[in-house]
């Protein structure tokens, strides 16, 4: 009796050090993290909330029917000098309800993918929208620059969404703090996604960072290297053959991705969390910029 007695207790054990925390893709998706023009073109009137990210300006000269504005520069603050920083609960859960979007809501993000940067807010909105706990969260992939050269119909009538309260639960298991990756660096995959020259420190710190290099132990994965010339997002097997390659496949390790200020490290989030499902990914909002202000946080240069 006292054998079996103690193999349950084993199994309970295996069990409970195994099951993962809450993730963004836990919650059933009712829509492609990424969706074609073809796709929204479709769907355009089928209960689609589609978010323009561009500038009042460029929204103003024209857009995808029935979608509303909200600039990409207005989901982040800068906060105790820090850059691309999430604002207060009390603020996004004002400027989510202020576009009448619910918990339930599914969302197409609309913006430029004309560069890197670009294509790398629109993560980074996607990821704030996530972290608000809002899960049917979709990219238009190639943006809106696709949808005009494909001649696709717009419009010039402004949209103002019926303002409500959004009291969703925030999900905070896609949130990495310093403290976090301090503690957790030496058994999780860091995952740097700068563009490589600055992942090995040969160019000259931005004006952000104190110095060149990445954070000790981290794996270059460069958000560049997800899109095509074109500014598609690149098929989802060579998405997967890449992770794979650098990252590992999925297990229940956790996944701590980051960049310069947070806004590559969006980009690799979105396709790890939500378009290849690995567990236990979240983004480290501070990036390098946090890290390097600490002459006590480890820093490698010159090494892979």
């Known amino acids: 009796m006292t054998r079996y007695y103690c193999m349950s207790l084993m199994i309970i054990s295996i069990l409970a050090f195994t099951t993962k925390p809450i993730q963004a893709n836990d919650f059933q998706r009712k829509i492609d993290p990424i969706v074609s023009t073809e796709w929204l073109a479709a769907n355009l009137n089928k209960g689609i909330k589609i978010i323009d990210l561009r500038s009042s300006d460029d929204y103003a000269t024209g857009h995808i029917t029935s979608s509303v504005n909200s600039p990409a520069d207005g989901w982040w603050v800068t906060r105790d000098n820090l850059l691309l920083e999430l604002p207060e609960e009390e603020d996004l859960r004002a400027k989510i309800g202020e576009l009448g979007i619910n918990a339930a809501s599914r969302i197409v993000l609309v913006n430029t993918a004309e560069n890197d940067f670009d294509r790398a ?5 996607a990821w704030t929208l996530i972290y608000a706990g809002i899960a049917n969260v979709a990219i238009l992939d190639g943006g809106y620059n696709r949808w005009i050269a494909e001649g696709r119909v ?14 969703g639960p925030f999900n905070q298991s896609v949130l990495a703090s310093k403290n976090f990756v301090s503690s957790h660096m030496f058994y999780s995959r860091i995952i740097d996604s700068r563009i490589p020259e600055d992942f090995f420190g040969v160019t000259t710190p931005p004006e952000f960072t104190e110095k060149s290099g990445h954070i000790a ?9 997800a899109f095509t010339s074109d500014g598609l997002y690149k098929d989802r097997d060579t998405i997967a ?13 956790k996944n701590i991705v980051y960049c310069g200020v947070g806004g590559f490290a969006a980009t690799w989030w979105y396709l790890l969390s939500e378009v290849l499902s690995y567990p236990n990914t979240s983004l480290y909002d501070g990036s ?6 600490d002459p006590r946080a480890p820093v490698q240069k010159y090494t892979w």
Request: positive net charge; charged residues 15%; glycine residues 6%.
């Open 121 to 125: 807010q629109t993560a980074r909105v």
């Open 154 to 167: 717009l419009s010039k009538e402004s949209v103002t969404p019926q303002i409500a309260v959004y009291n």
């Open 217 to 225: 132990g981290a794996v270059n994965l460069p958000a560049p290297w």
């Open 241 to 253: 053959a890449m992770a794979r390659g650098v990252v590992g496949w999925p297990s229940y390790r």
């Open 288 to 293: 390098i910029q946090e890290w390097t202000l």
